[in-house]
């Protein structure tokens, strides 16, 4: 039965009803950044003349205390604890006595879950954000590893024109770091202390917002308490960000995948990243991969189901918002084996640079063909047409575009001169593409150093320091 | 390291890479389903002539061994237990000696997990429909109770018409209804047997597949060895029907939570089923309720999360279909508490009838009144137009509608008689609906003898005997 | 301004505010079906006494010409139209006079719109599983044509045993099979009538329900007029199975997609179902096959945003229900496209019989070695193993599976004979797998038997007569 | 037949498969922008050398001609236009002969497609932020007029605590805020121009991008071309934005409905957002409110939908990537009218202070009561459960707590003294929670302020300039 609101009622609550109420078996993961929120509350309630020095003294004894339980893992749970808050609660007063009874004066579990949440949450950004960071670095070393290696570059998964591997790789880095961008704003908007809120209109007693927040390393608090205690805004741009980055690996893997395929051939996973098969000695699956792929599904679903649950709130706090916790736990360590995984995939495996540089088809010159009609005054649109005809002509005759016979293609256009065949190298092809952000290993190269360049200056903290560690013990 | 693929393989896997692709940790659950599916395999391997019936015998025997284990929670797993598969099999070959590694002849992962999943949703859909059942029959006995009570019938939120309190609960007992015969039919398309599919081809040993699936409950199996590897049909039909569930639930305790505001007043929970405040001693707060409304969301969540994993799939079987099974998993439990506990809140409830039959006003007999117009020959178009008049003249007099004077009426209408104030009447308002599913004392009689019915004469069970027992021991 | 609700009102409605409201442009849809409804009413109230069957005759009448004005496309709609039943009574009114203001004697916009939307809906359902039959027939056609033709199998989109190509393209026959099961069965619970359930109470008119559900081609009509009003379930089921048969054909297509790719190569497209590049004139790309897995997508954000409304609403009819509408006429006309033109891309599609057998690599017979040892005494298990290491020692002789002198094989295990090349037969490793739903040319030749007593005996159609024909023009 | 693609292929598409393939339906909407982009890249064409000014010229002016005719509704599209990108360029080609056909020289429909996108989504984040910002004028307006109006704050549906009405709007105005700074970061980082990126490798034109950028008002181009092309987090990100909001404006209308409820009677929305029944002439439903209730479900839908889009796609451009137009469009005319008309609402809607007044029930002072304790030196937890027995106690005497004898109250605790009456004041009350965001007059006057000091100082445009008008039409 919960103690922290037993007076009003009669009757115990129904053993079902209670356990499906119970958060204490998820929130736990709250203990640590509670008692960190509480030793700042303490220290507030102090100052606003509320308790003695003394009282707060002891109080911050007492959370020290069972913080360390905590850490240690000695803290013994009851049956009777509802959550977290009430079980640290619980404990303090058994260690100091009635004085922890005058803890919870001026504040409600409402603005001290939203507290709790916010602290966990900046401090799980801080740590996806590394291991984004880690990807990302990993990219960057193939790229610089695997530079002058050609593959095939593919739209529609078909064979479009050549590109450097290291601009395929490259091409993985930034959309990962716009998740970091994504990141760090959201956890801008997720440091905003909302303690202090009461459970709704705002706490009676002198608190010292701006100390409070200063105290927990937040650099601004709630400016409305209703919005304070009922704004779960940051737990969705969060799981959103995780389904985003689920995206982003999604499509990493799904051709990486491929690429381990026997057709393909262009990769070889390390065993480690690889399982096999129970049934068939031969197989070796990308399993770390398709998990990837497939966890991006189950961070989407996250996403949706507490956008519904907050879809279906009236103003305030409702006890719905408990469902935001454990989504935003589960994604967090969801990520935090998905991106070290897929780091360890992309560092181990080995390139096949034989098998893509075989893969690569003159017909992929296509393009290239065209614009050579271009450069002796054809139009685009025209000299498209022209080489189409080539293409189909090839395809008629059953050779490669390159072997067609010039009289073939001037019986098409008179334009094609005997230096065509000089189109048909892919090397030049791709150096031909230099424009900043193009596939010429000079442009990869500025944008190999430009990557370097976001990793050195991105910067994701700016007002949470993301230590655990309640910040000293006494009045400081 | 996996002990049922290594041979081809030459370093261990990343210790990671194994957490991240490890199931044991949530597969476990289908323990049992796995022996019992194991054991008719090896019975259907010995008829197969495969092994023989002594061999049938040890491995029968092992199995039912590990079974015990099992349940007796003495089975203990080991780091390098990568599902419940190698776990059980590895268990077996510690107990029968190298007999034991005779069991994955001829089968695959892929259509083992298939078979223990059907084998757990008809299970977990049994389950599901004896809760759905409870409530159901909570509702009657509701409606039974209450017959009588008058209250507003509400529509945009707002007044409409006044209806039978017993017909407002009967209104959610058939969405409930629908749900189950979902819920059959779901287990009938689940109910159909995976192994004998191999891991994508079909077995090549004569593999007695009627006899295999009679063993297991199922009345079919499946057609096609590749479907019956990939098919997740059922995972996500299941988890729509219980993400409906949640809608349907969502829905009542919307209302309830309503009813339960001191504006409102109509009905007032159990302290059984109701929660306080941390800082408000004089809250009593429906959390039971808000929790269903809010893991609604949840349970669409995870509907969506499997359904966006499987819609990136190419054919056959791949690594992603293991995230299927924690949604499913989690979304069992969450209905196995929510619906025991809407059960739960809806028969203890006290209803207010005084306060249902205070709020009831004369405006919301509006129609009634134009349908008074009606049977004197006006239009209902009109009529509608004419009412609406006196609607606007009884808000600008300040005055509640049925004491709008005759005159004022009849300033309207000619048609307006003396005999106009009979109409209003709510008792005689509803038992004017007297139509089959109207909400007139009669109809909602015959209502609830229909519902009694469909409590009769529903049935889930039409194939796989939902007890976990596995179907004796030796060579029958 | 809504001329059905204005006499209480004193201003108009804010323009903005009106578009936002009205229905119109999209509710349109209903105008035939809107017209069956209400013709059957007319019958209905006639029945009732509540209208002379002269005034039917006269109502019929206005709403035949109604009906043949919408369907010359000769429907003058006026600004003032709120939605379709709006617009329909009011040209009922503008051609009959007063006496069409009687129609609406006794029903709601509420219970109208949803006998509208079920008339609507059972039809849409006839149309998408006839298309659905379709691309069945157009498997079954590709199974026979096929028949013969061998192709690596995959599993973790890795190649793992061979099968016969007929075996997969039934392997997208029967998920299909499941698709028409569920919307025969959606169709049979949205085919239950909601009219005669008014705004929320029923009506108070002594209309036969039963004659009315007769009429419109109803088996059934429903039991609780607050259900009735407010009941989305089949919306909710329709967009899901919508959804499946969008993941169904998703798989399907990406598998197409990969095959297409130069490094597979084993189909064609048609130049029918392909499209071209604008830059590069080598492309022929799968955009018909793209977009359907891309739309894949979109069916299943339909189905999570009409579920996240639903979830949001409390009890009976609230306005958020007209969000039901426009996800489900854009979901049908979505699969009355896709469908044809994944039946029109499979049956003109080529394959390159060639390229899929040249595509079979010995080591995809590992299982069939791994099978010889067993049928030598060697536990599975261990032959598992044993074939691990000789496919590992031929990777590192970079040399075919079976190639491997036999004396290496031998060196691993002595159980392995001089017969052991005997294993190396795509053919008969296909042959051998021949359990009912293996990928053995016999079975499949039972499958495909099966298949089609599948398209001979499945019917949708129980109740409601699909035809938008109202039903004759007088009193009958 | 598409005349951009056409030199390869043989046979016409088939009809189906066309209207499948289309998209001029929906992509017209980007014809201004799609002309904006072609101008900047003549441009860009001329400075590199590929064409002549005098081309450019040529070009320049058919395209100034198309534009207008496109703005005059005088553009006539053919059955061959594909998508708007074809219609373009057909009808530029129709007016300036052979030298249109230069202008798809060096870019493909990868880059144009999503620099048009680019372009539109900076235009419609600045046109739904312009409404945002009068949602929340209107919420500051109302915040003024009704200072000092008293009404329940309500958490769990359940009376908590008083709060000032101006408070309670003006948590609305918050949420908004965060909205309006999480659109204005989407567009930064929606403003980064893709043209250049080719098809996939670059353009092989020595194209100056960062001229390209000024020309078109962005900022900076994208690093990477494979990236460039296939880049949709924009459209994600903004869909989540929308979302965000329409969660923001459900919550907000949920409440307002319940208000307007005959039980609550705090607020009358103005005829001109209201609509009535066609059955029940008493009705004024607040169908506006529940309309942006159910279209936030829909938002949230068309999220989900373009997330799972992107999910299953590989690396760089898919045909798939087409969806995600048609929610972005759809998406944005939702905001559109849902925004102005909250803002209509809002600003004519009656408050009736009286009822807010009346609501207002002593027994939402016990944590005041408590807080009374707590300076008479009892601890919280301990004063919490005294109250709380009074609060049983004046139920079981069915009696306010306010009038609850002061001899009741000392014999639950002697701490209540005579003066304890002071406490049932709410203005007082109101006044106490005097903290930063807290409810009492001071306090929320600075609140007020700080809502004033946002709607100033937010800017959103940072790079693009939001006129669709194309900049000059020579080679400036």
Known sequence: MGKLWGGRFEGGLDPIAWEYNASLSFDWRLAEVDVRGSIAWAKALMKAGVI?????????????????????????????????????????TELTGPVGGKLHTGRSRNDQVATDFALWLVDAIDRVDAFLKLVQKTLVARAEED??????????????????????W??????????????????????????????????????????????????????????GVSNRDSAAEYL?????????????????????????????????????????????????????????????????????????LPSAYDKDLQEDKVPVFETTDTLC???????GVVSTLKIRADRMEKALNPAMLSTDLADYL??????????????????????????????????????????????????????????????PGGTAPAAVTIQLQQAREFLKSHKIRSSVPHSETPHGGDGS
Chains 1, 2, 3, 4 share one sequence.
Do not use: C
Not at 196 to 210: L, V
Not at 242 to 271: C, K, N, P, Q, V
Not at 337 to 343: E, H, I, K, Q, S
Not at 396 to 422: C, H, K, M, W, Y
């Open 337 to 343: 084996l998905m991106l070290p995984v897929v780091a």
């Open 374 to 435: 271009v450069k002796k005054g054809v139009p685009f649109r025209e000299a498209h047409t022209l080489v189409g005809k080539a293409v189909r002509r090839a395809l008629d005759l059953e050779t490669p575009l390159n072997r067609l016979p010039v009289s073939e293609l001037q019986s098409i256009s008179a334009f094609f001169g005997d230096d065509v065949n000089t189109v048909f190298d892919f090397e030049a092809s791709v150096a031909r593409r230099d424009v």
């Open 147 to 168: 530079m002058g290696v050609l593959l095939p570059g593919y739209t529609h998964f078909q064979q479009s024109q050549p590109i450097l591997l290291s601009h395929w």
């Open 52 to 92: 003695t020095l003394d009282e707060q003294h002891q109080i911050v004894k007492g959370l020290t205390d069972v913080l360390t339980e905590i850490r240690t893992g000695k803290f013994e749970h009851l049956p009777s604890d509802e959550d977290v808050h009430t079980a640290v609660e619980r404990r303090l």
């Open 240 to 312: 959103f960000a995780a389904a985003m980055i689920g995206i982003h690996l999604s499509r990493l893997s799904e051709m990486l995948i491929l690429y381990t395929s026997a057709e393909f051939g262009f990769i070889d996973l390390s065993d480690a990243y690889s399982t096999g098969s129970s049934l068939m000695p031969q197989k070796k699956n990308p399993d770390t991969l398709e998990l990837t792929r497939g966890k991006a599904g189950t961070l989407i679903g996250r996403l949706t189901g507490v956008m519904t649950m907050l879809k279906g």
């Open 170 to 227: 490259l091409s993985h880095f930034w959309p990962l770091a716009r998740d970091r961008q994504r990141l760090a704003q959201i956890r801008e908007r997720a440091a905003v202390l909302p303690l202090g809120s009461g459970a709704i209109a705002g706490t009676p007693f002198p608190i010292d917002r701006k100390f409070l927040a200063n105290q927990l390393g937040f650099k601004a608090y709630t400016p409305n308490s209703i919005d």
